[in-house]
């Protein structure tokens, strides 16, 4: 029953995270937390499975159906989201260690998590002035910073991935998007190689993936092909609407945790 809702969660989760460029785990963290089944520790799990599924069929689909990559950018920012996806797994597993209640945890994501929403939703409506920034070295430092996020909040990338990649470079929103997915894809990558070489999956129940994977696929061809279809002007309203829904889960979340 729970891998039901697991898949009901992920399929839309992927479709408007692709759409918007957030990825799927902004909405599938906080609903597995409120759904309360399992650990903060395999929530993060999942989440990451879902989300680096749904990045790696999204690239794919948008490559395939023309979009044009710069790939210097790419590079750039998928080699500091590699170190800092690496480095917000390390950090995430010592506030496992440190703090004596998994609450402590979930509550410090949810914070971090909230304070992301709130810049995101600031700059989309007040359309702050872009730094217009360009050597290679800021993307780098952009994909360090979105890369240990992703990672610590256990949410792929969210809404912060596009916001400051929109802030930084003055980039349209729809090409942000592209590459807040491709962000995604390496942060989570290394997330999950991190996981393999320390701690392993052993505490994790992985009959769940037989319906998180097939979810996440389903969801980056849906968000993929949504995404082609739907306008600058759509997608911003979908990322401000996906912003807004998530910042009153998480506070929710936190209240059922005092």
């Given at each position: 029953m729970i891998g039901l809702l697991y898949f009901v969660v992920i399929v839309l989760a992927n479709s408007l995270g692709a759409v918007s460029g957030m990825g799927g785990g902004v909405l599938i963290k906080p609903i597995f937390d409120f759904i309360g089944a399992d650990s903060v520790a395999s929530v993060s799990f999942y989440s990451t499975v879902a989300v680096f599924t749904m990045s790696l069929v999204s690239t794919y689909r948008q490559i395939k159906s023309g979009v044009v990559l710069d790939?210097?950018?790419?590079?750039?920012?998928?080699?500091?989201?590699?170190?800092?996806?690496?480095?917000?797994?390390?950090?995430?597993?010592?506030?496992?260690?440190?703090?004596?209640?998994?609450?402590?945890?979930?509550?410090?994501q949810i914070g971090?998590?909230?304070?992301?929403?709130?810049?995101?939703?600031?700059?989309?409506?007040?359309?702050?002035?872009?730094f217009a920034?360009?050597?290679?070295?800021?993307?780098?430092v952009s994909g360090l910073v979105l890369g240990f996020l992703a990672s610590l909040l256990g949410i792929g990338g969210g809404p912060i991935n596009v916001s400051l990649l929109m802030l930084l470079f003055n980039m349209p929103i729809k090409e942000a998007t592209?590459?807040?997915?491709?962000?995604?894809?390496?942060?989570?990558?290394?997330?999950l190689a991190m996981i393999a070489?320390?701690?392993?999956?052993?505490?994790?129940d992985l009959?769940?993936?037989y319906f998180i994977i097939p979810a996440?696929?389903?969801?980056?061809?849906?968000?993929?092909?949504?995404?082609?279809?739907?306008?600058?002007?759509?997608?911003?309203?979908?990322?401000q609407t996906i912003i807004l829904?998530?910042?009153?889960?998480?506070?929710?979340?936190?209240?059922k945790l005092f």
């Open positions: 790939w210097r950018i790419v590079g750039s920012v998928a080699s500091g989201a590699i170190i800092g996806g690496l480095t917000g797994n390390r950090t995430f597993e010592w506030c496992l260690q440190f703090f004596e209640e998994t609450e402590q945890v979930k509550l410090l971090l998590t909230v304070g992301t929403l709130l810049f995101a939703y600031l700059y989309s409506k007040n359309n702050w002035k872009s920034l360009s050597g290679i070295q800021w993307y780098v592209i590459y807040s997915i491709t962000t995604i894809f390496f942060s989570q990558l290394s997330k070489t320390t701690t392993g999956f052993d505490r994790y009959t769940m993936l996440a696929i389903i969801g980056g061809f849906a968000g993929a092909k949504l995404s082609r279809l739907l306008s600058a002007e759509k997608v911003n309203g979908v990322f829904l998530v910042l009153f889960m998480n506070l929710y979340n936190a209240w």
